[in-house]
């Protein structure tokens, strides 16, 4: 895979978000996760619309891969 398919695919992906503070901003998801994990995240949003942290559904990425916070369903198509 060429490296620039490969970036637009993960880094290039913005990510709206509004922060505890009130500002709006765009970030990757990489940065997302940071700040998620940070607590300072409000809401941000989804394909079918924002979602607020404390009230929807969070999954919340850790070190090696595991999600123990995240109770749901696995809605991602897995690929094979």
């Not at 060429?2 to 505890?20: A, Q």
């Not at 995240?41 to 979602?51: P, S």
Request: charge should be positive.
């Amino acid at each position: 895979m060429p490296e620039h398919v490969f970036l637009r695919n993960t880094e290039c992906s913005y990510i709206d978000v509004v922060l505890k503070d009130g500002t709006f901003h765009h970030f990757t998801p990489r940065v997302f996760d940071v700040l998620l994990e940070s607590n300072r995240v409000h809401k941000f949003k989804r394909v079918d619309g924002w979602a607020t942290v404390g009230v929807d559904p969070v999954r919340i990425r850790k070190p090696g891969g595991t999600n123990d916070h995240y109770g749901g369903l696995e809605r991602r198509a897995t690929r094979h």
